[in-house]
């Protein structure tokens, strides 16, 4: 008798190198500011945020982010720690667009009590999408040219929470192949 046997195609994933990213963030805040002079300002902060992405099961990615900023006029600091999910892809040679949802705590505080509090601390649900290009010897690193982030956090005057746009840019290191 001649045996026979079938095999079960095993499931396989790219394998692409782990990133971290370090970047500018300009946010703005959805709180208006009225002026002894009659004018309104917006809130806006400045700051710098870091991202871990594990990419084992690219285009799937696991997401670790970190985030401090400041801004006036209320004297603001908002630091979120978040992680979550994304998704990136090869698109021509050079550019990786991605889109990512993550989840976790922010804190902000204020010298002048925007949210009627010296602090709040609550879940942060972030929604990133950008585009990185490589560049550099054999694409290890490159530019973030684009980040734009929506933010909610649940606190805010009568707990109606809060929306912040964010626009960033950075650059980033690929750790190893």
Same mark, same amino acid.
């Given at each position: 008798n001649i045996a026979q046997s079938q095999a079960r195609q095993e499931v396989s994933y790219d394998f692409s190198p782990n990133q971290f990213t370090v970047l500018y963030q300009r946010t703005f805040d959805d709180y208006i500011v009225q002026n002894? *002079? =009659? #004018? #309104? #300002?917006?809130?806006?902060? *400045?700051?710098?945020a870091a991202e871990y992405s594990w990419r084992h099961f690219y285009p799937f990615e696991v997401i670790g982010q970190a985030s401090y900023s400041l801004g006036q006029p209320l004297g603001q600091k908002l630091m979120t720690f978040t992680v979550g999910a994304g998704y990136t892809r090869q698109i021509y040679r050079h550019y990786f667009p991605f889109a990512r949802l993550t989840a976790g705590? =922010?804190?902000t505080s204020s010298s002048d009590y925007q949210y009627l509090q010296s602090s709040e601390t609550g879940m942060a649900l972030n929604l990133d999408g950008g585009l990185d290009i490589n560049i550099g010897d054999r694409y290890r690193w490159g530019v973030r040219a684009l980040e734009i982030q929506n933010q909610y956090l649940p606190f805010g005057v009568n707990n109606r929470g809060s929306v912040y746009w964010s626009l960033g840019a950075g650059a980033y290191i690929r750790l190893w192949k």
């Open positions: 002894a *002079n =009659g #004018s #309104s #300002s917006r809130v806006e902060l *400045n700051g710098v705590m =922010g804190h």
